[in-house]
């Protein structure tokens, strides 16, 4: 049975199944923080299913599997790491595990700033750091039925 | 045993409980799941050396471990073991 959130729940940075969350959630939770008032600026990245791999093949579905204890422990330092750069508000940091068709969400990243000048460059290193540390999987289900 | 990605597909499992006679350590294990599923040998070991691949990080407990030789690495009666393939996110 899914726990999907809705406007006003709190939303914490971490792992959760495909449609539990989405973007106006999230960034509904991250102006419930009393903090936002601080804020100037809100930056967001959403990742998104590509209709061809790094290779070139077309994809027909992707599926994402994660260690969710390992993955929220990594996404919680990375969020942590986030907050303690000068003029950081709040970020808001969510990974999606299961089957996606093209274009659907991945990923959610939002961060709160006082300005946006640290907005941005603390939106990239979240994003690159996410690409590498999070103990998260992806399969790409490809049009000739093969998968890698 | 926790299984993700690659060993999920093998194994067609997300877990598995190693109840008799448990393993007393990474080395007991990794013999054990050759045997049993051995579609992992490539995915887990060296083709020429037989040992572990770099590229696969451990997990015992929901914590990596960082141990040159992980084989050795001891496990108690009821520790979480998994392996963990190079992370590729969305």
């Given at each position: 049975?899914?726990?999907?959130?809705?406007?006003?729940?709190?939303?914490?940075?971490?792992?959760?199944?495909?449609?539990?969350?989405?973007?106006?959630?999230?960034?509904?939770?991250?102006?419930?923080?009393?903090?936002?008032?601080?804020?100037?600026?809100?930056?967001?990245?959403?990742?998104?299913?590509?209709?061809?791999?790094?290779?070139?093949?077309?994809?027909?579905?992707?599926?994402?599997?994660?260690?969710?204890?390992?993955?929220?422990?990594?996404?919680?330092?990375?969020?942590?790491?986030?907050?303690?750069?000068?003029?950081?508000?709040?970020?808001?940091?969510?990974?999606?595990?299961g089957k996606f068709k093209i274009s659907e969400d991945l990923v959610y990243v939002a961060v709160a700033s006082a300005h946006r000048e640290e907005g941005f460059k603390a939106l990239r290193i979240a994003v690159e750091r996410y690409k590498k540390e999070i103990e998260v999987w992806k399969r790409e289900e490809f049009l000739d039925d093969s998968a890698e | 045993m926790l299984y993700f990605a690659d060993f999920?597909?093998?194994?067609?499992?997300?877990?598995?409980?190693?109840?008799?006679?448990?393993?007393?350590?990474?080395?007991?294990?990794?013999?054990?799941?050759?045997?049993?599923?051995?579609?992992?040998?490539?995915?887990?070991?060296?083709?020429?050396?037989?040992?572990?691949?770099?590229?696969?990080?451990?997990?015992?407990?929901?914590?990596?471990?960082?141990?040159?030789?992980?084989?050795?690495?001891?496990?108690?009666?009821?520790?979480?073991?998994?392996?963990?393939?190079?992370?590729?996110?969305?």
């Open positions: 049975m899914t726990n999907n959130k809705k406007k006003g729940d709190l939303i914490e940075s971490g792992i959760y199944k495909k449609n539990e969350v989405d973007f106006p959630t999230l960034m509904s939770s991250l102006k419930n923080n009393l903090k936002i008032r601080n804020a100037g600026a809100v930056l967001s990245f959403n990742g998104i299913v590509r209709e061809t791999s790094k290779e070139g093949k077309l994809v027909k579905s992707l599926t994402i599997d994660a260690y969710d204890e390992l993955a929220n422990k990594s996404i919680n330092q990375i969020c942590e790491d986030i907050r303690k750069i000068q003029g950081i508000i709040d970020i808001k940091l969510i990974h999606l595990k | 999920k597909t093998i194994t067609q499992k997300s877990e598995e409980y190693f109840n008799h006679n448990h393993p007393r350590n990474v080395g007991e294990i990794v013999k054990i799941l050759i045997k049993k599923y051995p579609q992992l040998k490539n995915i887990l070991l060296e083709a020429k050396t037989n040992k572990i691949k770099d590229t696969i990080s451990i997990a015992i407990n929901h914590s990596i471990i960082k141990n040159p030789n992980p084989r050795s690495e001891s496990l108690q009666k009821d520790d979480i073991l998994a392996f963990l393939l190079p992370i590729s996110g969305g």
